[in-house]
């Protein structure tokens, strides 16, 4: 685990390009915040790996030639102490209607574009998988006043598909407010 930064956003971009080919790339996780708050510290940007996909590839065949080369125990994570996981599409297959066009971009000196979620897409998706790390993220988030409670709520009502979900979501955020 380590404390991320923008720079290693961009050089896990610039090197995805590099193997792939590809210009663009989705990022998804605790990382894509670095987007939004390229300041981000601490518990924000602790991770041991950045999940992000090519933007405009659907073959999961890319994702596996990132995970090969830039994987969890490959040279590039020895050399800089965080690998780079390469997720589908499909990890966005619940996420809000619309996150794509809130999507925020990060561009390299290399001229790729790493498209990061919105925080309270991110949000949204970490409380809808209710782990105990993402409650913990997500109370990171509300602290820092990067996504207030209150806006949350209002975003969930907003944004939920149904009712269930919306209370699936509220409860989980209930959860990260209080530590339970």
């Not at 994987?71 to 965080?82: C, I, K, T, V």
């Not at 997720?87 to 066009?101: A, C, I, L, N, R």
Request: with cysteine.
């Amino acid at each position: 685990m380590k404390e991320l930064t923008q720079s290693d956003l961009k050089l896990a971009l610039d090197s995805c390009a590099d193997l792939t080919g590809d210009r663009e790339f989705v990022v998804v996780g605790s990382v894509s915040i670095l987007g939004t708050k390229p300041l981000a510290a601490g518990a924000l940007t602790v991770s041991a790996d950045i999940d992000l996909f090519p933007r405009f590839n659907e073959s999961g065949e890319k994702n596996e030639l990132i995970e090969r080369h830039f994987g969890a125990g490959s040279q590039f994570e020895l050399e800089n102490s965080f690998y780079i996981e390469g997720v589908g599409s499909w990890t966005m297959m619940t996420s809000p209607k619309g996150w794509e066009k809130r999507m925020v971009p990060i561009i390299t000196s290399g001229g790729v574009t790493g498209w990061c979620l919105d925080p309270f897409d991110l949000a949204y998706n970490k409380l809808e998988a209710g782990r105990e790390k993402d409650l913990q993220y997500v109370a990171e988030m509300i602290r820092s006043d990067i996504t207030p409670a209150f806006s949350l709520e209002t975003y969930f009502r907003q944004h939920a598909p149904n009712e269930e979900v919306f209370r699936k979501l509220a409860e989980s955020l209930q959860k990260a407010e209080t530590g339970a």
